[in-house]
């Protein structure tokens, strides 16, 4: 069983402050990807890393994908209020399963004070 | 352009009842995927359909559920004698290729009484 292990799982914090959320497994996965889901919707894609290694950056937030390809982490400058949500990693192709099969986290969700 | 939609947005029904929960795909997706997202989990592959067949089943959890996509764009998941632990939100996603973006409907939110 493929599983992505997401940290922490809830996450309160000032506006302006900085965060990192953690996802972690012990299987290699083609390609990871971070979602963000609110109250009634559905998880929208904010990016998709494929290299080991790989940065990529959207406005205020930091996306790094490990070396290994097992891990990832997101990492948000100066939170604002409309950050608030579920951030939800999902591996695609782990231990050369399909890659159209999404394997979800659980998933951090995060408030924003202001 | 329009996105996914899924009706009903919220269905109520009780144990042993059969329900169908519809999903409209973004016009000109042949892929289209069904997922299943419990209070505090992420969501949870059920079944891809590539076209009008279903390329994959394998997370349909017993023979209860089944899917169907007859003319390969809208698609109705079905379940029969629900049961308490069918509760959950419901999402369906399309893309546009196998291994697309997939683009996500708000999702029914089931719950069987």
């Known amino acids: 069983t493929q599983l992505l292990e997401q940290s922490p799982q809830f996450l309160s914090i000032q506006e302006g402050e900085n965060l990192t959320v953690y996802c972690n497994s012990s299987?290699?996965?083609?390609?990871l990807q971070w979602y963000r889901q609110e109250p009634g919707e559905g998880p929208v894609l904010l990016v998709t890393?494929?290299?080991?290694?790989e940065v990529k950056k959207l406005k205020r937030l930091t996306f790094q994908f490990g070396d290994a390809r097992k891990d990832s982490s997101l990492h948000i400058t100066a939170a604002q209020t409309g950050d608030t949500g579920l951030y939800l990693c999902a591996g695609a192709g782990g231990s050369g399963g399909s890659n159209y099969k999404l394997t979800f986290g659980k998933g951090t969700l995060l408030t924003v004070n202001p | 352009g329009a996105g996914v939609s899924q009706t009903p947005s919220n269905k109520v029904t009780e144990k042993g009842k059969y329900v169908e929960l519809r999903c409209d795909p973004i016009?000109?997706?042949?892929?289209l995927y069904w997922y299943r997202q419990s209070l505090g989990q992420g969501p949870e592959f059920l079944i891809y359909f590539q076209g009008t067949g279903a390329a994959d089943d394998s997370g349909l959890p017993n023979d209860r559920f089944f899917a169907v996509r007859p003319e390969g764009s809208v698609s109705t998941l079905k379940i029969q004698r629900t049961e308490r632990g069918d509760s959950a939100v419901y999402l369906c996603?399309?893309?546009?290729?196998?291994?697309?973006?997939?683009?996500f409907g708000p999702g029914t939110r089931l719950t069987v009484l």
């Open positions: 016009s000109g997706h042949t892929a």
């Open positions: 299987s290699v996965f083609s390609s």
């Open positions: 890393v494929v290299t080991g290694g």
């Open positions: 996603a399309s893309s546009p290729l196998v291994q697309g973006e997939q683009f």
